[in-house]
């Protein structure tokens, strides 16, 4: 779908040089001579280079839908993970790298969204959320209380984590899969 230059949206995916490009930044900019524009910072879906690009109201850029899918997470193997569609039970396998760093929270039977494009996957959604277990921390110094503190602590898929002084060995916890970092005691 064609849309205006001035148009572009933070989050929209572009069809730009012959390659996908997400919209990270956009500024629109009207000077005092010559015409208004958008100033783009652009990033490359399938490599992460950025560009900036300055799109005028008559430019026209195209718009590129997502195909998102939902996906259970079978397992993985060395660079790869394994899906499967729950409708179909269609398995794809993704490159490890598509994932990033929040691929330590897979989890068996855990539901992704994937999102891809003329059938070529392009990305990996987890759920903002998962519950880990504790596996070991440290012990509470006397006296630390009193301030809000918190400890490091190791969880079960090794990631590590600061966690209040409250939250002992074989605990389970809320953590966000984005920034790693620890939101509640979980609910049993």
Same mark, same amino acid.
Not at 109 to 133: A, D, F, H, N, Q
Not at 146 to 174: C, F, Q, T, W
């Given at each position: 779908?064609?849309?205006?230059g001035?148009?572009?949206?933070?989050?929209?995916?572009?069809?730009?040089?012959?390659?996908?490009?997400?919209?990270?930044?956009?500024?629109?900019?009207? %000077?005092?001579?010559?015409?208004?524009?958008?100033?783009?910072?652009?990033?490359?879906?399938?490599?992460?280079?950025?560009?900036?690009?300055? +799109?005028?109201?008559?430019?026209?850029?195209?718009?590129?839908?997502?195909?998102?899918?939902?996906?259970?997470?079978?397992?993985?193997?060395?660079?790869?993970?394994?899906?499967?569609?729950?409708?179909t +039970?269609?398995q794809? =396998?993704?490159?490890?790298?598509?994932?990033?760093?929040?691929?330590? +929270?897979?989890q068996?039977?855990?539901?992704? =969204?994937?999102?891809?494009?003329?059938?070529? %996957?392009?990305?990996?959604?987890?759920?903002? =959320?998962?519950?880990c277990?504790?596996?070991?921390?440290?012990?509470?110094?006397?006296?630390?209380?009193?301030?809000?503190?918190?400890? %490091?602590a190791?969880?079960d898929?090794?990631v590590?984590?600061?966690?209040p002084?409250?939250i002992?060995?074989?605990?389970?916890?809320?953590?966000g899969?984005?920034?790693?970092e620890y939101?509640?005691r979980?609910?049993?």
């Amino acid at each position: 779908m064609k849309i205006s230059g001035v148009e572009i949206r933070p989050g929209m995916i572009l069809e730009h040089k012959d390659r996908l490009w997400v919209a990270v930044k956009t500024m629109h900019t009207k %000077p005092g001579k010559g015409g208004a524009y958008m100033q783009v910072e652009l990033k490359g879906v399938q490599d992460g280079t950025k560009l900036n690009e300055r +799109f005028r109201s008559a430019e026209t850029v195209e718009r590129v839908r997502l195909d998102d899918h939902d996906y259970q997470f079978l397992f993985a193997e060395g660079e790869t993970l394994t899906f499967m569609d729950g409708e179909t +039970f269609e398995q794809i =396998t993704i490159p490890r790298d598509l994932v990033g760093d929040a691929a330590v +929270f897979l989890q068996d039977g855990m539901v992704v =969204t994937v999102s891809s494009y003329e059938g070529k %996957p392009l990305s990996v959604e987890l759920p903002e =959320t998962v519950v880990c277990t504790v596996e070991q921390t440290d012990a509470v110094v006397k006296g630390q209380t009193a301030a809000a503190s918190y400890k %490091p602590a190791r969880l079960d898929n090794g990631v590590r984590v600061m966690v209040p002084p409250h939250i002992g060995a074989g605990e389970r916890i809320v953590v966000g899969t984005a920034d790693s970092e620890y939101l509640e005691r979980a609910k049993d």
